[in-house]
C-alpha cells in the first residue's frame, strides 16, 4: 500500500488569538479548501471551463497564486521588479500538481512576508492599485476576501464535475 499525504485539518480556525494569528489561520483554511477542491479531479475535467466565462480549477489555482505573490511579495514586501501576470490562461503543459506546488510555494512565501511584520498597522512598500501602499492588515483582509470568494467558485466547479460537495 502506497504511503498518502496527510489530508490537513479543513476546520476553521480556533477563536481566542490575536489579530495577525487569527487572520493567517483563516486564510490558510481557504487556502487549503481551494486545493482540496482541486485535488483528485481527472483530466481533462480539472481544466475544462465550468461556466461560460471558461474559470476552472486550474485557473483558480494559477491566478491565486499570481495573487499571492502580487499582494504579500511584490506589493508588501517589495521584492522583483514587476508583479506576477494573474490573468495568465492555463496551458496544456500546466499540470494540477505542478499548479498545486506552485500555489503551496507562494503561500509558503506570503506567510514568511506576514510572519515578519511586527505591525499589521504598517503600510507596504508599493501597491497593485492608484492608491498608497496598504497596511498588512488590510491586505490579509483583503487576501481573505479574494480566497474566499475563490474558494466558493471552486465549491461549483467541483460540484459540476463530480457532484463532491462540503470542504
Same mark, same amino acid.
Given at each position: ?7 490537513? @485539518? ?7 488569538? @490575536?489579530?495577525? !494569528?487569527?487572520? /493567517? ?29 471558461? !474559470?476552472?480549477?486550474? /485557473? ?16 508588501? %514586501? ?7 501576470? @494573474? ?11 505542478? =499548479? ?27 501597491? /497593485?492599485?492608484? !492608491? ?15 480566497? %474566499? ?7 461549483? =466547479? ?10
Amino acid at each position: 500500500m502506497e504511503p498518502t499525504e496527510p489530508r490537513p @485539518d479543513l476546520r476553521p480556525p480556533g477563536t481566542n488569538t @490575536d489579530e495577525k !494569528t487569527t487572520l /493567517l489561520a483563516f486564510l490558510d483554511y481557504l487556502r487549503e479548501c481551494v486545493l482540496a477542491k482541486a485535488a483528485g479531479v481527472p483530466e481533462p475535467a480539472v481544466r475544462t471551463p465550468g461556466v461560460p466565462s471558461g !474559470t476552472n480549477l486550474l /485557473l483558480l489555482l494559477k491566478h491565486l497564486t499570481a495573487v499571492e505573490l502580487n499582494w504579500f511579495v511584490w506589493a508588501y %514586501a517589495g521584492e522583483g521588479e514587476e508583479p506576477w501576470a @494573474d490573468e495568465d490562461p492555463v496551458s496544456a503543459a500546466d499540470s494540477a500538481a505542478d =499548479l498545486a506546488a506552485a500555489y503551496r510555494a507562494a503561500v509558503a512565501r506570503a506567510n514568511e512576508v506576514v510572519r515578519a511584520c511586527a505591525d499589521l498597522d504598517r503600510p507596504g512598500v508599493r501597491s /497593485l492599485r492608484e !492608491t498608497p501602499p496598504p497596511s498588512m492588515r488590510w491586505v490579509l483582509v483583503h487576501m481573505v476576501e479574494e480566497t %474566499a470568494r475563490h474558494a466558493g467558485h471552486a465549491d461549483i =466547479l467541483r460540484e459540476r464535475i463530480d457532484g463532491s460537495t462540503g470542504r
